[in-house]
């Protein structure tokens, strides 16, 4: 169906589309194209642009989706993109759908005035063919995620061997949230990816629900450069909301003492308040802290999707009561850079040659050097350690945070050049804690 019956009928959804993220989701795949020729960009075009796929654009003398000006460029991904998807012959990813077009209704193309209004009454009169085109029963499915959200790379793109790559749709299944898993029954909430990211939200539209409800069409998620690269600003807004929504959590353990004794007279154990111990530093001490991050609100592993371009770490600091910096892990240089031997959660991609594919050419990719994710419901124990100076002023004050940014800045001047602009850091979860610090005095 064009764009315009849509936009006849479900004006809502429709302007929506018009800015959203998504119609720019193609991709340049240039860079796959000069290596592999223009068929093997179906391995991405079938997500990422998907008309330029169905309409046999994909191959020689065609015109992929990151050609500007191309109706795959243009379209990216459309309504029918998903709406037109009707069977699934496996959940292994990279556009494992079937595709069935719409069924025509009466003047359907017509660009007369008279005949298009005929059009749109007769389906508003009799809508049950598009509503049976439109909302096939497998889009209710989680498992229609996995259509484009599973991803694999094979010996025929990688001239190697079969690879497991990203995969949302088997890390919710292994979660909680799916209610898959035994030990899992006595999660009463069940959770699709479609409540998480296409939550249910009031319209005046006539696709609503009797409650005057429809799916967001937002798909808040984690794209953060792609809406201000648009100048979508509300977009952002939506994603930043969404990522700080207690999607993770990340907790500074106090570091309770077992040698706390503040003084050699006994003390009934019966009168004491707490039996927690204090916590404090004597100066000139090792300092040994914890930090805990937990994926508390995320159907998958956290981070996800495309992990060796995007970045997430621990931003953690010390300072003294004078705000002097006594120790700090995961700082922004000033050409944009996080500090290379930050935490990261991320994924190291690497060729035949164990060299670092960095410009997201998976093609080239034959396995990973290092991946580190936390998986839904579950936490990652990070130590920090840095000695106590002389010249601290007590108490210190420990903040640490998760931040986030799509992309990592080297992949982001690389690959968008011209159009490179600092894109946002996101800080997902943070703590602080304030600790004494002491001058330890011998006890004779």
């Not at 696709?207 to 808040?220: L, M, V, W, Y």
């Not at 939506?238 to 700080?244: A, D, G, I, N």
């Not at 997201?360 to 034959?366: E, G, Q, R």
Request: proline content about 5%.
């Amino acid at each position: 169906m064009p764009l315009k019956k849509f936009y006849s009928l479900i004006t809502q959804l429709v302007e929506r589309w018009t800015v959203l993220f998504i119609r720019k989701a193609c991709v340049n795949v240039s860079l796959l194209v000069d290596n592999k020729g223009i068929s093997a960009s179906r391995y991405c075009e079938g997500c990422h642009a998907p008309v330029a796929l169905l309409t046999g654009e994909l191959s020689p003398g065609g015109q992929h989706g990151g050609i500007k000006g191309s109706l795959a460029n243009m379209e990216g991904v459309s309504c029918m993109s998903c709406h037109g998807i009707y069977a699934l012959p496996h959940i292994k990813g990279v556009a494992s759908f079937e595709f069935k077009p719409a069924k025509y209704y009466l003047f359907e193309n017509s660009d007369n005035v008279f005949l298009s209004a005929l059009h749109d009454l007769l389906l508003k009169i009799e809508p049950s063919q598009h509503k049976e085109d439109m909302g096939n029963a497998i889009l209710k499915d989680p498992k229609v995620c996995a259509a484009c959200h599973t991803q694999f790379m094979d010996k025929d793109m990688n001239a190697w061997g079969w690879i497991k790559m990203q995969d949302e749709y088997g890390a919710w299944a292994a979660s909680q949230y799916s209610q898959h898993n035994e030990e899992n029954f006595a999660n009463e909430r069940y959770m699709r990816c479609q409540d998480c990211h296409m939550p249910l939200v009031d319209a005046n539209d006539p696709s609503a629900n009797q409650d005057g409800k429809i799916r967001s069409h937002n798909f808040p998620g984690a794209t953060t450069f792609l809406p201000l690269l648009r100048g979508d600003i509300a977009q952002f807004n939506v994603t930043k909301s969404f990522l700080q929504s207690n999607k993770v959590r990340l907790q500074i353990d106090r570091p309770h003492r077992d040698d706390a004794i503040q003084s050699l007279q006994f003390i009934d154990e019966s009168i004491r308040e707490s039996d927690e111990a204090p916590f404090f530093y004597y100066i000139g001490e090792q300092a040994s802290l914890q930090v805990v991050v937990t994926n508390t609100g995320v159907g998958h592993n956290f981070p996800a999707g495309s992990i060796d371009i995007n970045e997430v770490w621990i931003d953690f600091s010390v300072t003294d009561a004078q705000g002097e910096l006594v120790y700090q892990s995961g700082k922004v240089n000033t050409e944009n850079n996080v500090e290379p031997d930050a935490y990261f959660y991320r994924s190291i991609p690497i060729d035949r040659g164990g060299k670092h594919v960095w410009k997201h050419d998976l093609f080239n990719m034959v396995g990973a050097s290092f991946k580190r994710f936390v998986k839904a419901g579950e936490s990652d124990i990070v130590n920090y350690q840095f000695s106590i100076p002389s010249w601290v002023k007590s108490p210190l004050t420990v903040s640490a945070s998760i931040r986030y940014r799509k992309l990592n800045n080297r992949y982001a001047k690389w690959a968008l050049k011209d159009n490179y602009f600092k894109i946002p850091i996101i800080d997902m979860a943070w703590d602080s804690l304030q600790i004494p610090i002491k001058i330890r005095k011998l006890v004779e």
